[in-house]
């Protein structure tokens, strides 16, 4: 028996080493914008762009080695999108906190303390194995919706309006005109089961765009990898004894803490990775992955570091194992050295993937019980709240809430657990009195 073979159960879970490698490049193409993106936003605060992007790429690779060793699962992990805005805007460039980015990086590590400590203590396996199956499918559902409203953004199919919050873009400009064509390629590689659709989709629309000179070759394929120097432990604890501190330390905790089980919930659940009981099977190495990554992140200088929903596409392309997480690492520690190819591939050749993937993830809703409203309503609150609020959180705090309160009105106490009562409470008092 090979290495790979006794590591990762890909007999019995029914894949190849094939298919898996092409999940992980999958999946690393849809959520490899992540190593642009976050420094882009990140060094706002005055973090150098380089050693932040470096920090990016080293943090998601330790993270999803991790996930892959500790839970074998097909789900890939990076600094959180959402998390950085808010540690940029919301604390560091946010005159009323008064707080460095080397205090705020301190708060990041102190959350990722806790979420090692309450994942040792199974807290947080209890909390996503005490979810109901129905709103696991809807919060499945609702990340698909999410990342197809995403994709459609990226693709300019959908755009801001000042009166309706959004329309519909113009079908004129290239960009978009090369998304859609890349959508129905994709859409077809998908119906005719060829292995890769969406990578290879994603590499025609690049391809394209690169022969209407849309796309430049960089001048370097391969470049050497930033110093973390400048923010490597640069952690600033001097405020510690103040609330102020520990309001960012809770909400950086609590933001995390259902994205990430809202996450796994759903890729979970859309991959056949739960139980006859409908719990996760491994979720206490999952959620140990992703709070010592976190805790990694803030150190080298990054983040929270987070479950990506983008995983979804490499599952939609067979992933099954923690091999697919490897090979997204693999790729991500690459980047360092490969940043100026990584950075070529344009927003709208992933935009269609991201579309491919919500609808992939939305299949769920056919298991969802249409004939119990108590059942059905919660579920289908989580799934448009997401995308309407831009928030996993917030879907998952609505369906929770939704679901317990109409237990309790229609006398059905006993389908609601302590967890779920607590959680419901703890939302409340959340969105009316912190």
């Known amino acids: 028996m090979s290495f790979l073979e006794k590591q990762f159960k890909l007999t019995e879970k029914r894949t190849t080493v094939k298919t898996e490698i092409w999940a992980g490049i999958t999946t690393f193409m849809t959520m ?138 113009s079908f004129r400009e290239t960009t978009t005109i090369l998304a859609l064509t890349g959508l129905v390629l994709m859409g077809a590689l998908q119906s005719l089961r060829i292995t890769g659709g969406i990578l290879l989709g994603i590499f025609a629309v690049t391809g394209a765009g690169f022969a209407l000179g849309m796309v430049q070759m960089p001048d370097f394929l391969v470049s050497s990898p930033p110093s973390l120097a400048p923010i490597f432990l640069q952690f600033d604890f001097s405020k510690i004894g103040d609330l102020s501190f520990w309001v960012i330390v809770f909400t950086f905790f609590f933001v995390d803490f259902f994205d990430t089980i809202g996450t796994l919930v759903g890729l979970c659940a859309r991959s056949g990775l739960l139980d006859e009981k409908g719990r996760i099977a491994q979720a206490k190495g999952a959620l140990m992955a992703d709070a010592v990554g976190t805790v990694v992140g803030a150190t080298l200088g990054t983040t929270t570091v987070t479950s990506y929903i983008e995983s979804a596409s490499g599952i939609a392309q067979g992933g099954r194992t923690g091999l697919t997480a490897v090979v997204t690492g693999i790729l991500f520690f ?89 959680l419901s409470v703890l939302f409340i008092v959340k969105e009316y009195f912190i």
Request: with cysteine.
């Open 334 to 422: 690459a980047a360092l050295f490969f940043s100026p190819l990584v950075k070529m591939i344009p927003s709208y050749a992933t935009a269609p993937a991201l579309v491919i993937v919500g609808i992939y993830m939305m299949a769920g809703l056919r298991d969802i019980d249409y004939d119990d409203w108590t059942e059905l309503i919660p579920a289908i609150l989580a799934l448009f709240v997401m995308p309407l609020a831009y928030s996993i959180s917030k879907g998952i705090e609505f369906g929770i809430v939704s679901y317990v309160l109409l237990k309790v009105f229609t006398g059905r106490y006993k389908d609601v657990s302590f967890v779920m009562a607590g």
């Open 32 to 169: 490899a914008y992540i190593i642009f993106v976050n420094p882009d936003i990140i060094s706002k605060t005055g973090m150098p762009f380089d050693a932040v992007m470096a920090a990016t790429c080293l943090s998601a690779a330790v993270s999803c080695f991790m996930m892959a060793f500790m839970a074998n699962y097909p789900i890939a992990l990076a600094s959180g999108m959402g998390l950085n805005a808010f540690f940029t805007f919301s604390v560091v460039l946010n005159p009323a906190m008064g707080t460095t980015w080397q205090m705020a990086l301190a708060a990041v590590f102190i959350e990722g303390f806790l979420f090692v400590a309450l994942t040792l203590t199974r807290l947080r396996e209890t909390v996503a194995n005490s979810i109901p199956r129905s709103l696991k499918l809807g919060i499945a559902s609702g990340i698909g919706l999410f990342i197809a409203f995403v994709g459609f953004q990226n693709a300019g199919i959908i755009v801001n309006d000042p009166v309706t919050l959004v329309k519909m873009g």
